[in-house]
């Protein structure tokens, strides 16, 4: 005979919805690009450090606990980057001179080689200001992207204008949203040291005309100590309007559009201000390769030196001869 006993009821779990970031922009329609950021051969303590300010930098669009190991060479990067949608790597090595950042499109290239002249850390950059701001919030969006002194007109310029401009998802300026635009990076080529300046802001907008205790109170949502004062508007007219942060240049002030927060309402006047969230670098550019990591030399800092020197060498050999055909010229005529 069967046996009959109290059965238990299965109870089903439904799994957690896994949340991943949009392939696709919904607004634009293109591709949101991808990075990996991490590191090839031994980093020191500070190189470590700066590895995790770019990964954060790069965010949201980017893997921040990335593990590597030391058996991983590029082709494993490479596998897992095309199941992910990663389009771009940005590779961090030393040498026994000194320390270079490579970045490269995948899976084909180009690979631009730079070499990191100056660095500084986000946590040094903020050890130097007085009220450093760096809020977990602005991370959530990825950040803009200005160039500066790049039209120059030679190739290798345009390529790596056109490699930063890509590594960041691109905005449209009649749908991007106020609230997204909270981080900035910076890059500025110098033509006589042909350096170029890679720096990271966040900008913040404040009301003109709102003295910091107000913006203050109307963010925190805290009553504001007023035992010390005769009325209320002493709180208003004690520190006067305006605050010695905010920039006194129009041109430094928009009218917003629509409302950004609790304090920037739209129809009025904001200031703009960055600060420097870090990290900041001198990056050299010394060689640009077709493929990803290997494949034709399209440009070299180094040949294209030889070959001023030897225009120079050439100039003076040329000078040298004259001078000896001026002096063969005028011992005949003596």
Do not use: W
């Not at 069967?2 to 779990?13: C, H």
């Not at 990996?36 to 965010?59: I, P, T, W, Y």
């Not at 950042?101 to 660095?119: D, H, M, N, S």
């Amino acid at each position: 005979m069967a046996r009959i006993g109290n059965r238990k009821k299965r109870i089903g779990f439904s799994k957690a919805p896994i949340i991943r970031n949009p392939v696709v922009d919904h607004v634009t329609g293109d591709k949101i690009p991808k990075s990996f950021v991490f590191s090839r051969g031994k980093l020191s303590g500070s190189l470590k450090q700066l590895l995790k300010d770019l990964r954060e930098l790069m965010l949201p669009y980017t893997a921040l606990k990335l593990k590597e190991k030391k058996r991983n060479n590029l082709k494993d990067f490479l596998n897992v980057a095309g199941s992910l949608g990663v389009t771009h790597f940005l590779m961090l090595s030393k040498t026994s001179s000194s320390p270079y950042l490579r970045v490269a499109r995948t899976p084909q290239g180009p690979t631009l080689t730079f070499k990191i002249e100056e660095y500084s850390l986000a946590l040094d950059v903020a050890k130097s200001q007085i009220r450093p701001r760096r809020p977990p919030e602005i991370f959530k969006s990825p950040p803009l992207i200005v160039l500066s002194g790049f039209g120059t007109g030679e190739e290798h310029l345009k390529l790596t204008t056109i490699m930063f401009q890509n590594i960041f998802p691109a905005i449209d300026i009649n749908t991007v949203k106020l609230s997204s635009c909270q981080r900035i990076v910076l890059l500025n080529f110098d033509k006589e040291t042909k350096l170029i300046d890679f720096r990271h802001y966040s900008i913040r907008l404040q009301p003109v005309g709102v003295s910091r205790k107000l913006r203050k109170f109307v963010l925190n949502h805290q009553a504001p100590d007023l035992s010390n004062l005769r009325d209320v508007s002493d709180f208003v007219t004690k520190a006067g309007y305006g605050s010695e942060s905010e920039p006194d240049d129009e041109a430094s002030t928009v009218t917003l559009s629509s409302d950004l927060g609790r304090v920037n309402k739209a129809s009025t006047k904001s200031a703009v201000t960055l600060q420097e969230i870090g990290p900041r670098m001198k990056l050299r550019l010394i060689k640009i390769e077709a493929g990803l990591c290997a494949g034709g030399i399209i440009f070299s800092e180094y040949e294209n030196e030889k070959k001023a020197q030897n225009q120079d060498n050439e100039g003076e050999d040329d000078e040298e001869g004259d001078d000896d055909e001026e002096g063969e010229e005028d011992e005949e005529d003596s």
